[in-house]
């Protein structure tokens, strides 16, 4: 999943989950993993993210 940051730069994060997992649940994930750490924050709009499924 790519979250777009204040910084205009956009951060990869793997989120591992269920087949069943809502895109909200992966977003939610995603935003609190890169919120906890020193990179600038990303913007929390759900419509921003990219979500793409890996097998």
Do not use: K, N
Request: aromatic share 12%; net charge negative; glycine share 2%.
């Amino acid at each position: 999943m790519a979250l777009p940051a204040v910084d205009g730069r956009q951060y990869v994060y793997r989120v591992d989950a269920p087949v069943e997992a809502l895109p909200a649940d992966l977003f939610w994930d995603a935003w609190h993993c890169h919120d906890e750490s020193t990179l600038p924050r990303a913007w929390d709009v759900f419509d921003a993210a990219v979500i793409r499924r890996v097998d």
